[in-house]
């Protein structure tokens, strides 16, 4: 069974552009949830999505948005990007249905913003 | 506000050690407390799930208990090996689907 795929696997941009990072979910999961880890604040959750309706939300500005694909395939979009938007962001997936389910994650996309 | 905590920050041990990182939680209402490990540049890979009603789980050399009264948990590595050489994090789940909380981290050098 494939594992939880990000694209791509580095990215580079400059201040005030926008970026559309991809997730495609190990097959038959339905909840995609991203993160963002900075060395200086770790890892802090972003937004979760569930049968294509966002479920979950974390403390981000409204730059940082999200959505579902119906094959659960995810992308996370950041606009007018700032510095401190570099970061390795993660894509978890999991069926979605309990909460005592494992959490796969992805190898990651780092952005890095100029 | 759920915070995770884990001490120590930093750990090198001699290969063949075994070994206990702690983390920690402040607010004891949690669903599920799991221990990841990230391989440097690299995603998390889940190691250990244990559940709120549970107190420990077992997988091969290592083993995680869960104090929800207390709000601590500890992973136990036996026998460690230089593979074992990585970031241990822990997270909490305290509301909502997939939304971890998660803990500083653990960096673990372990020496042939």
């Known amino acids: 069974k494939a594992g939880v795929t990000q694209t791509p696997r580095y990215l580079i941009k400059t201040r005030g552009q926008q970026v559309t990072l991809s997730c495609s979910p190990i097959?038959?999961?339905?909840?995609v949830s991203w993160y963002q880890q900075t060395p200086g604040q770790g890892l802090q959750f972003l937004f979760e999505?569930?049968?294509?309706?966002?479920?979950n939300k974390g403390n981000f500005p409204g730059r940082f948005s999200g959505r579902q694909f119906s094959n659960s395939r995810s992308e996370m979009n950041v606009s007018t990007l700032e510095l401190g938007d570099s970061a390795l962001y993660l894509c978890a997936s999991s069926p979605g249905t309990a909460y005592n389910e494992k959490l796969f994650f992805g190898s990651g996309t780092q952005l890095s913003v100029l | 506000k759920q915070e995770v905590t884990q001490i120590p920050a930093a750990l090198s041990v001699p290969e063949g050690e075994n070994l206990v990182l702690n983390c920690s939680f402040t607010?004891?209402?949690?669903?599920?407390l799991q221990w990841f490990r990230q391989d440097p540049g690299k995603g998390l890979t889940s190691l250990l799930l244990?559940?709120?009603?549970?107190r420990e789980q077992t997988s091969g050399r290592l083993n995680a208990s869960l104090d929800k009264s207390s709000g601590r948990s500890t992973l136990y590595i036996a026998a460690s090996q230089p593979g074992d050489s990585a970031t241990y994090l822990c997270a909490v789940i305290t509301g909502g689907f997939q939304k971890l909380v998660f803990g500083t981290g653990t960096r673990l050098l372990v020496s042939p």
């Open positions: 607010d004891s209402a949690i669903y599920n």
């Open positions: 999505y569930f049968s294509e309706t966002q479920r």
């Open positions: 097959s038959g999961h339905r909840s």
């Open positions: 244990i559940q709120s009603s549970q």
